[in-house]
């Protein structure tokens, strides 16, 4: 390998690339909120939009970058033709524009601007760009603090939802860094003519380390703070063209793409320890296709990579995904207003947009953007149009995602609080497991990639247990906001017992399957112990006692049988029949819950999803404490077998605490509408 020589590019690295403080920037003033309502009436009353339009700022010219910053604010009509329509005194005509992609940074309004002739009050980070962006010639931006009366409501609702085709006219987004320095771009200029002969060579101490340095400073140059604002993914998204302004430096798209593959040389060849392979939602390649993004989530979670994706292939950036896709990433964007968690990513999803005042029946799958909305009623909103449309429960399943201020919201026990989605990283193997049917359940609402030779498989196991007529019926929430559900009681939680001495082996049989029978219960109870078995990221289960319901002991029966008749003689079916212990009173008397299920509290099925739920009695009313493992009835926990002395082998599934897809029970014809009982959730 050729060493590097004095001339090598990394030797000479100028000081400040990891410097991601703002250049100190003198205040003109602080304005108070009294000043904004003031300049904000004053400049809109005479600016009011239909709904087909939205405004358009002139950015004056100015080549005197320290001079007041002077600006035309103008009604344009949203055209099916390239760029805005306005009117001025010249009369009316079609204008290009760009998009400005900014963060709002410090709430304080510290600097003024003239528009329309009215002073009006804006944040550091607005005025530092818009100074930077003024030329030697008019330029025509779009700006959301501007272009939208933020304190109008109805006016906000109706230009979010039109947010997209915005981004979408302008002739370039102008995303806008302020973290930057005459260093950086320096460096920047220099790494751009790097080759990979230049990474690869056996480089001095020196060297190496500036390697270092700048493997870390290109990896905040394609991953900037504002990167984790909500509203970029939706902005990134509708671009035909980006560019990244940088104070005063511009990098195209083109130049930052073709940084990712130098930034992973410099990883290996800088000796950076690769601690994770997860895949960031905040890439920009994923942000520009979102639907390759949701599919890159699904195979993370599946701990899997093989050919999911070739069936699309990899030019899907024009494809929109699905709102449930889109949500799994939030925990990676923020938002200051926690409604555009949801509002926020509505453009690159799916989603049949519509406004309060559409008259939209309840079979009409579609969201309102209103902004007269709680954050409760948004979210609520947002969850019981997935379960519409997928005609599933399968989101009750994640209604645990909570964070400290959830509380504060007041939502519904079968709402998720969207903000605290775990990382996908965090996703155990038992998080997945439940979560991976939560995907196939939701096949109309996630993209869950399924080969052709599994297609048969799941469409017969469907069949067989009769799933059409176990789908979610709901349209409408009750008056008072609950989830009208139904379902069967399977069990009750009893009163807390001493730990289940699963050491012990409950058969009575001198036969090689009390070895098999003592791993397999041996094991799942070190599957439950360890971390990676929870179901949601931070929530621990335990084994709880049960008594089971009539009804329940008669569907356990069931499904017992078809295990036998369709597994035939062979595994957990040989084992069952070999052995004199009561399957079904060991099976029925003890499920995995939450650690909070209290005394009381039912384990059901719900019509819609086939996973089980603990809830609690409240009068009438049902609480959603969380998911429940119960035998036969979840999905899969991988376990070691033992096949002979000192050897071991992976066992596949077993069925015993796993509804397998080829088991072809009818068990809902034991349960008629006549037999469920009504669970309203709160």
């Not at 049949?352 to 909305?373: K, R």
Request: charged content about 25%; some cysteine; proline content about 4%.
């Amino acid at each position: 390998m050729e060493d590097c020589s004095f001339n090598c590019v990394f030797r000479q690295l100028p000081s400040g690339l990891l410097d991601n403080s703002l250049p100190p920037e003198a205040a003109t003033e602080y304005f108070t909120e009294h000043d904004e309502k003031k300049a904000t009436k004053t400049l809109y009353e005479s600016l009011s939009v239909k709904t087909w339009q939205t405004r358009i700022l002139q950015l004056k010219r100015n080549a005197d970058k320290n001079s007041p910053i002077t600006c035309r604010l103008f009604v344009a009509d949203v055209i099916h033709y390239e760029g805005l329509g306005i009117q001025n005194e010249d009369g009316s005509y079609e204008v290009r524009y760009e998009a400005l992609s900014y963060e709002w940074g410090d709430p304080r309004l510290c600097h003024s601007i003239s528009v329309n002739g009215v002073r009006y009050p804006i944040r550091d980070n607005l005025f530092r760009a818009l100074r930077q962006l003024r030329t030697d010639r008019d330029r025509y931006l779009w700006v959301d603090a501007l272009c939208i009366n933020q304190s109008d409501n109805d006016e906000k609702s109706t230009q979010v939802r039109r947010m997209l085709t915005i981004y979408q006219k302008a002739s370039k987004v102008v995303i806008w860094n302020p973290y930057w320095n005459d260093a950086k771009t320096e460096a920047f200029n220099r790494l751009l003519k790097v080759q990979y002969e230049d990474i690869k060579k056996a480089h001095s101490a020196e060297c190496s380390e500036n390697i270092r340095v700048i493997y870390k400073f290109l990896r905040s140059v394609r991953r900037p703070p504002l990167f984790s604002r909500t509203w970029i993914r939706q902005e990134v998204y509708g671009a035909r063209d980006l560019i990244l302004q940088c104070g005063d430096y511009s990098i195209l798209w083109e130049a930052l793409s073709s940084m990712k593959k130098t930034i992973e040389n410099l990883q290996i060849f800088s000796g950076t320890k690769i601690t994770s392979t997860e895949i960031i939602p905040t890439d920009l390649e994923l942000m520009r296709d979102p639907f390759f993004a949701t599919r890159k989530l699904y195979d993370q979670l599946a701990r899997t990579t093989k050919g999911t994706l070739g069936k699309y292939g990899r030019d899907t950036t024009h494809m929109k995904t699905t709102l449930l896709g889109a949500l799994l990433s939030s925990p990676y964007f923020k938002a200051s207003d926690p409604r555009d968690i949801i509002y926020g990513i509505l453009g690159l999803t799916d989603v049949v947009l519509n406004s309060p005042s559409d008259n939209i029946t309840a079979d009409q799958l579609s969201l309102a953007v209103d902004y007269n909305l709680t954050v409760s009623e948004v979210y609520r909103m947002a969850a019981l149009y997935l379960i519409k449309r997928s005609k599933s429960l399968a989101i009750l399943d994640v209604a645990n995602w909570r964070g400290q201020d959830s509380e504060e919201l007041g939502l519904p026990s079968w709402v998720p609080d969207w903000r605290y989605a775990p990382l996908w990283r965090d996703f155990g193997h038992a998080t997945f497991d439940r979560f991976e049917n939560f995907a196939k359940s939701m096949h109309n609402s996630f993209v869950a990639p399924i080969s052709a030779n599994q297609k048969g498989a799941a469409q017969s196991w469907f069949q067989g247990v009769g799933w059409a007529s176990w789908e979610a019926t709901i349209q409408e929430l009750l008056p008072n906001g609950d989830l009208p559900t139904q379902g069967i009681c399977l069990a009750t939680l009893q009163k807390d017992w001493p730990p289940l001495d699963l050491s012990s082996k409950p058969i009575s049989t001198e036969s090689v399957n009390v070895e098999v029978l003592g791993d397999y219960v041996t094991g799942f109870k070190q599957r439950l112990d360890d971390k990676k078995s929870l179901l949601t990221s931070g929530e621990n289960r335990e084994f709880r006692p049960v008594i089971a319901s009539d009804l329940g002991i008669q569907i356990l029966k069931s499904l017992l049988g078809d295990m036998k008749s369709v597994l035939g003689k062979g595994g957990v079916t040989f084992l069952l029949e070999q052995t004199n212990y009561d399957w079904v009173s060991f099976l029925s008397s003890t499920a995995v819950v939450p650690q909070q299920g209290q005394e009381g509290d039912k384990i059901c099925l719900l019509r819609g999803n086939r996973m089980p739920f603990v809830l609690r009695p409240r009068g009438d009313r049902f609480l959603l404490v969380g998911p429940a493992f119960y035998p036969l009835w979840n999905n899969y926990f991988y376990l070691e077998r033992r096949v002979g002395v000192g050897e071991k082998k992976k066992n596949g599934i077993f069925e015993i605490f796993a509804m397998s897809w080829t088991i072809r029970g009818n068990w809902t014809e034991l349960v008629s509408d006549g037999r469920l009982e009504n669970f309203n959730l709160v």
